[in-house]
């Protein structure tokens, strides 16, 4: 498959202050590729980039084969959605989104036969001359969205569009967004600091931590094996334990828990235990596992994602994901419960 | 009678008696006076206002000052517009600041004074005559001085900073993704200014436009030490009525012509522009 977009040892330095570190990043037609970072990881300076609002002090980006040095926005073939959306309010909707094609020289009624066809895309027939601040967030982040692809861009850059809006449609636009990109087969980059948005929208996910690319993976693996203990604590939740020291085919953490971890090739600092990892009160013959008892300190309630605070005897209080199951409805604060985890499912960091 | 109340009548009454006594009082007694025969006797009379369409020298001194305002506001939003979008979007707020504090010391020194300072820069023998010659440029000294456009200048420099404030409001409100996601769609920055900048301002322009208006039509330092024989302001007009005729009926009628002429102006203003008073005065 080509590769629409190519970053080659792309770096961004603001005097001393490093923005973006050697990324290097290669982006399929039709990809729908995100950039998970905490804020101020680099990944809005990474986007600004491609879009040709900033210019990279080292490294190249590649558009279609065709290096982008030099190229201003107006002249790259990337459209933005901007964070704060940027609407023109002195304009209605169908004037938004016609806005960057009559910049080109389209006959009018071409001009009137792609804007109406991307407004009937995105579901807002018959929205044309509605003011912008007679819309709903979501119908706003639609009329956004319509206006960049409208035009026809190689790539889609997406800068936190959602994190304006409330939850419920939030997730809603999750889905339709993720949809939406399919249907198009534009390829989409999408910024954002919510792990959850990268991992149900996208193929691939680069978690970006300190100007660098940590990890660059499906959300599956993103989450089953991340390499870094950066990418294990950032993506979903864990349990962190810090690790003192290594007794040998033992790893033993600040309070005391020895693990058996044998062939590792490095010292440890950190171990992340993911909370669904733990079994509670495990049946029948349990291999290769830590099994130890513990008592519960007090139960987060949260329907479908009810978890437990457990704290095994003089060791790290463990977060604990309990299954929706019947069997563990009677459970109590102050019960003793048996854990067992197994141990691949326990990884070890040096940070 | 509650605390609110109180509290209310405490804070209304100075502001009622400003009013009354200091603006509505003077004017009414203008306006009834501007009714009346310069002889004194106690009777209804139309001739200050009819003195004003049959000599020629009154209105057309009055339509010349109008057309000169609106240039002159006109001038100072092309002069202002770069300022304040330079000031708001881009230098740092905090030489931004200190700009502003510079655009306000001619504040603070007074009119005349810094129409005086005018007067040492662009006379005949002024400073920026003798720096010409002295770099050989001229002989004989420019006609910089006691002309339109002596006047123009000085009008100009005593009402920009009333365009550039509301001017730098509306522009702060500017969202600077929106100018991105215009480039981003591929308008130039002309377009750019034309269908986002201006538009998005308006609000300001227009605010500035009637405070800049109202000040230039109504001033009487700037045309009087500046300004030349040909250059007479309306307000010099009035001023001989009161002071040099001592025709007081005459002037309050003068007077109440230039309020009411200078308000239909710019309501009439409001009407091509599409703009609200409301909404104007929100910036």
């Given at each position: 498959?080509?590769?629409?977009?190519?970053?080659?040892?792309?770096?961004?330095?603001?005097?001393?202050?490093?923005?973006?570190?050697?990324?290097?990043?290669?982006?399929?037609?039709?990809?729908?590729?995100?950039?998970?970072?905490?804020?101020?990881?680099?990944?809005?300076?990474?986007?600004?980039?491609?879009?040709?609002?900033?210019?990279?002090?080292?490294?190249?980006?590649?558009?279609?084969?065709?290096?982008?040095?030099?190229?201003?926005?107006?002249?790259?073939?990337?459209?933005?959605?901007?964070?704060?959306?940027?609407?023109?309010?002195?304009?209605?909707?169908?004037?938004?989104?016609?806005?960057?094609?009559?910049?080109?020289?389209?006959?009018?009624?071409?001009?009137?036969?792609?804007?109406?066809?991307?407004?009937?895309?995105?579901?807002?027939?018959?929205?044309?001359?509605?003011?912008?601040?007679?819309?709903?967030?979501?119908?706003?982040?639609?009329?956004?969205?319509?206006?960049?692809?409208?035009?026809?861009?190689?790539?889609?850059?997406?800068?936190?569009?959602?994190?304006?809006?409330?939850?419920?449609?939030?997730?809603?636009?999750?889905?339709?967004?993720?949809?939406?990109?399919?249907?198009?087969?534009?390829?989409?980059?999408?910024?954002?600091?919510?792990?959850?948005?990268?991992?149900?929208?996208?193929?691939?996910?680069?978690?970006?931590?300190?100007?660098?690319?940590?990890?660059?993976?499906?959300?599956?693996?993103?989450?089953?094996?991340?390499?870094?203990?950066?990418?294990?604590?950032?993506?979903?939740?864990?349990?962190?334990?810090?690790?003192?020291?290594?007794?040998?085919?033992?790893?033993?953490?600040?309070?005391?828990?020895?693990?058996?971890?044998?062939?590792?090739?490095?010292?440890?600092?950190?171990?992340?235990?993911?909370?669904?990892?733990?079994?509670?009160?495990?049946?029948?013959?349990?291999?290769?596992?830590?099994?130890?008892?513990?008592?519960?300190?007090?139960?987060?309630?949260?329907?479908?994602?009810?978890?437990?605070?457990?704290?095994?005897?003089?060791?790290?209080?463990?977060?604990?994901?309990?299954?929706?199951?019947?069997?563990?409805?009677?459970?109590?604060?102050?019960?003793?419960?048996?854990?067992?985890?197994?141990?691949?499912?326990?990884?070890?960091?040096?940070? | 009678?509650?605390?609110?109340?109180?509290?209310?009548?405490?804070?209304?009454?100075?502001?009622?008696?400003?009013?009354f006594l200091l603006i509505i009082l003077p004017h009414i007694?203008?306006?009834?006076?501007?009714?009346?025969?310069?002889?004194?006797?106690?009777?209804?009379?139309?001739?200050?206002?009819?003195?004003?369409?049959?000599?020629?020298?009154?209105?057309?001194?009055?339509?010349?000052?109008?057309?000169?305002?609106?240039?002159?506001?006109?001038?100072?939003?092309?002069?202002?517009?770069?300022?304040?979008?330079?000031?708001?979007?881009?230098?740092?707020?905090?030489?931004?600041?200190?700009?502003?504090?510079?655009?306000?010391?001619?504040?603070?020194?007074?009119?005349?004074?810094?129409?005086?300072?005018?007067?040492?820069?662009?006379?005949?023998?002024?400073?920026?005559?003798?720096?010409?010659?002295?770099?050989?440029?001229?002989?004989?000294?420019?006609?910089?001085?006691?002309?339109?456009?002596?006047?123009?200048?000085?009008?100009?420099?005593?009402?920009?900073?009333?365009?550039?404030?509301?001017?730098?409001?509306?522009?702060?409100?500017?969202?600077?993704?929106?100018?991105?996601?215009?480039?981003?769609?591929?308008?130039?920055?002309?377009?750019?200014?034309?269908?986002?900048?201006?538009?998005?301002?308006?609000?300001?322009?227009?605010?500035?436009?009637?405070?800049?208006?109202?000040?230039?039509?109504g001033d009487y330092v700037a045309p009087d030490i500046l300004?030349?024989?040909?250059?007479?302001?309306?307000?010099?007009?009035?001023?001989?009525?009161?002071?040099?005729?001592?025709?007081?009926?005459?002037?309050?009628?003068?007077?109440?012509?230039?309020?009411?002429?200078?308000?239909?102006?710019?309501?009439?203003?409001?009407?091509?522009?599409?703009?609200?008073?409301?909404?104007?005065?929100?910036?």
């Amino acid at each position: 498959m080509s590769h629409i977009l190519k970053l080659k040892g792309v770096s961004k330095y603001f005097g001393d202050f490093i923005a973006a570190k050697d990324i290097n990043l290669s982006v399929r037609e039709g990809e729908f590729i995100s950039i998970l970072g905490p804020s101020g990881c680099g990944k809005t300076t990474l986007l600004r980039m491609i879009a040709g609002f900033l210019e990279e002090s080292e490294g190249d980006i590649i558009i279609h084969g065709k290096s982008m040095k030099g190229v201003s926005p107006e002249n790259r073939p990337v459209n933005i959605v901007f964070q704060s959306l940027a609407l023109f309010p002195m304009m209605n909707v169908y004037e938004n989104v016609a806005f960057g094609l009559k910049r080109k020289k389209i006959s009018k009624s071409e001009i009137k036969d792609r804007v109406l066809d991307m407004l009937h895309r995105v579901g807002l027939d018959g929205f044309e001359k509605k003011k912008i601040s007679e819309l709903s967030g979501g119908q706003k982040q639609r009329v956004a969205i319509a206006r960049s692809l409208v035009m026809k861009p190689s790539i889609l850059l997406l800068d936190e569009p959602l994190s304006a809006l409330d939850r419920k449609l939030r997730e809603h636009m999750k889905v339709e967004l993720k949809e939406l990109q399919r249907e198009i087969g534009t390829t989409f980059i999408y910024i954002t600091h919510d792990q959850s948005e990268a991992l149900v929208m996208s193929d691939r996910v680069a978690v970006m931590n300190r100007g660098i690319i940590e990890q660059l993976d499906t959300p599956y693996n993103l989450y089953n094996n991340p390499s870094t203990g950066f990418v294990a604590g950032f993506v979903g939740d864990n349990n962190r334990f810090e690790v003192s020291s290594r007794d040998g085919e033992e790893v033993v953490t600040k309070k005391g828990w020895k693990i058996r971890k044998p062939n590792l090739d490095f010292d440890p600092t950190v171990m992340y235990i993911r909370p669904e990892a733990f079994i509670v009160n495990p049946e029948g013959e349990i291999l290769d596992s830590e099994i130890f008892e513990a008592q519960i300190n007090t139960i987060l309630f949260d329907g479908a994602n009810t978890k437990i605070l457990v704290t095994p005897e003089g060791r790290e209080e463990i977060l604990i994901a309990l299954p929706q199951n019947a069997k563990f409805q009677s459970l109590k604060e102050g019960d003793g419960v048996k854990i067992a985890v197994a141990h691949n499912n326990i990884k070890c960091y040096k940070e | 009678m509650s605390g609110n109340k109180k509290a209310f009548y405490f804070l209304f009454i100075p502001v009622a008696l400003w009013l009354f006594l200091l603006i509505i009082l003077p004017h009414i007694d203008l306006l009834i006076s501007s009714f009346k025969p310069n002889s004194g006797e106690d009777q209804f009379t139309l001739e200050n206002y009819t003195a004003f369409f049959y000599d020629k020298i009154y209105w057309r001194t009055f339509a010349n000052t109008t057309l000169y305002a609106i240039g002159v506001t006109f001038l100072s939003f092309v002069v202002s517009f770069p300022i304040a979008f330079y000031l708001t979007k881009v230098v740092s707020p905090k030489v931004s600041g200190f700009l502003m504090l510079l655009l306000l010391i001619p504040l603070w020194v007074g009119e005349l004074i810094t129409i005086y300072g005018w007067v040492i820069l662009l006379g005949d023998n002024g400073v920026i005559n003798e720096f010409l010659k002295y770099i050989g440029l001229i002989d004989k000294p420019l006609p910089l001085i006691y002309n339109n456009f002596s006047m123009i200048i000085g009008l100009l420099y005593m009402s920009m900073l009333f365009m550039i404030i509301p001017i730098m409001n509306a522009l702060d409100s500017l969202d600077d993704e929106m100018i991105e996601a215009a480039s981003d769609l591929g308008a130039s920055k002309w377009t750019i200014f034309r269908r986002i900048v201006i538009p998005h301002s308006m609000p300001g322009i227009v605010n500035g436009s009637i405070i800049v208006f109202m000040l230039v039509i109504g001033d009487y330092v700037a045309p009087d030490i500046l300004g030349g024989k040909s250059s007479l302001w309306f307000t010099e007009q009035i001023y001989s009525q009161f002071l040099s005729t001592f025709n007081w009926n005459q002037g309050a009628a003068f007077g109440f012509l230039l309020l009411v002429i200078s308000s239909a102006t710019i309501w009439i203003a409001l009407k091509i522009s599409g703009q609200k008073l409301n909404k104007v005065g929100e910036q």
